[in-house]
C-alpha cells in the first residue's frame, strides 16, 4: 500500500482547546479545512484528552476551492497556519481568489 506523505505542514496551531493540539502545533496525522463554506478546521475536536503523538499534522483535503492555494480540492501551499476566529479554528493562510 502506498501511503501519500507529501502534504502542506501545519506548521503552527495555536487552538489549544483541540485535542489534537498540544504546545501551539497539531499533532493529528492529517487534518481537513473546509467546514462548510468557510476554511474552518473540519478535524477541530473539542475535547480535554489531548494526543501524545509527537509527529506534525499535514493537510489531507481542503474543501475551499476558492482559495489559490486550492487545486482539485487540494492544498498546495508549502505549509499552513491554524488560528481561532470568531470561537471557531481556521487556516490562515487562506488567500481568496
Ligand atoms: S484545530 Fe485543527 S489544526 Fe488545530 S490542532 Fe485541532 S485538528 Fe489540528
Ligand atoms: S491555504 Fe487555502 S487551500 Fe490550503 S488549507 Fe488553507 S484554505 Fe485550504
Redo the contacts with the bound molecule.
Keep these: 500500500m502506498i501511503i501519500a506523505t507529501d502534504m502542506?505542514e501545519v506548521a503552527k496551531c495555536v487552538v489549544s482547546q483541540c485535542a489534537y493540539n498540544a504546545d501551539d502545533a497539531c499533532h493529528a496525522r492529517a487534518i481537513t479545512?473546509?467546514e462548510g463554506a468557510d476554511?474552518d478546521c473540519d478535524t477541530y475536536f473539542d475535547s480535554n484528552k489531548h494526543t501524545r503523538s509527537s509527529r506534525t499534522a499535514g493537510?489531507g483535503a481542503?474543501k475551499?476551492e476558492d482559495?489559490t492555494?486550492?487545486r482539485d480540492f487540494e492544498?498546495t501551499?508549502d505549509s499552513?497556519q491554524v488560528g481561532a476566529s470568531a470561537g471557531t479554528a481556521n487556516?490562515q493562510?487562506?488567500?481568496r481568489h
Excluded: K, Q, S
Design positions: 502542506p479545512i473546509g476554511p493537510v481542503c475551499i482559495c492555494h486550492n492544498c501551499a499552513i487556516c493562510t487562506y488567500t
